[in-house]
């Protein structure tokens, strides 16, 4: 039965998105009225913007003028009303669409234990992976399968958002090629911060010289694509080591910066 609720709720929800998307005349004035606000005054711009000819431009043109939403190129208080009230409601479909949408999402968990189909479960995020277990959590499910712990089961009719803190990433800089690359580099420097990472920190690797200098050291978790990577990791809750050639180093920080991953950046020493 809920899942037939839900259903008809979302037909219902996506008739009165169709009913706005249908009414053209109403989304042509509003995409009209935007092309004004932005500055635009010439027909063809706007024509141009919109895909449509310059004379159905003229046409709303005028509609507009005789509804009192524009005058001399100017929106007018009647006109901002209406760019208001349109926004809202396709905002109102959206959002209570997207409620939906996430009730009816199946996200994927390991059973911490023996759950069975129908019973309401936490999620936790331990060691980077989603767990389910039969207790309180900041976001919860109902259960889809029967499952053994350490076995997948699925959860739906999702609530609330899941607390975690998500993980860190130390960036070492290597030396540049210049100054002799991985014959340069300090290992015992490296050997000592491999050696005390706390467990389950991920290795990640950006270059032939990081390379070179850590394949005998370590196991490598991350070495292609590592900084996104290590991205992933971090929102998973995992911490990460990052050793990176002179090189890419901006470019590790930029995308660590852009994905909003909090960070350290270390060099790693010379041989003295």
Known sequence: MRDK???FHIITEYKVLSMILRDKSKITKLLILLEIAKGRRK??????????????VSEYMKELEREGLVHN????????AFISSAIEEIGEFVHTASD??????????IAGERIKK??????????GYLWAYKKDSSSTGIALNDAEPMQDVGVSSLQGIMEFERGKVKVYGMPSIECGGSRAVDKNFIKNILDSKPENTKVGIWGIVPYLSIKDLTSIDFEFSAVNAAVDAAYRGIDSLLFVSHEYLPYALQILQEKGVEYEVHDVPKNQ
């Open 100 to 109: 939906l949408i996430k009730k009816e999402r199946v996200t994927e968990a």
């Open 43 to 56: 027909l063809r711009e706007i024509a141009e913007s919109l895909d449509v000819t310059v004379q159905a």
């Open 118 to 127: 129908g019973e309401r479960v936490g999620l936790f995020m331990k060691n």
């Open 5 to 7: 609720n839900i259903n």
């Open 73 to 80: 190129w100017k929106i007018r208080p009647r006109g901002f």
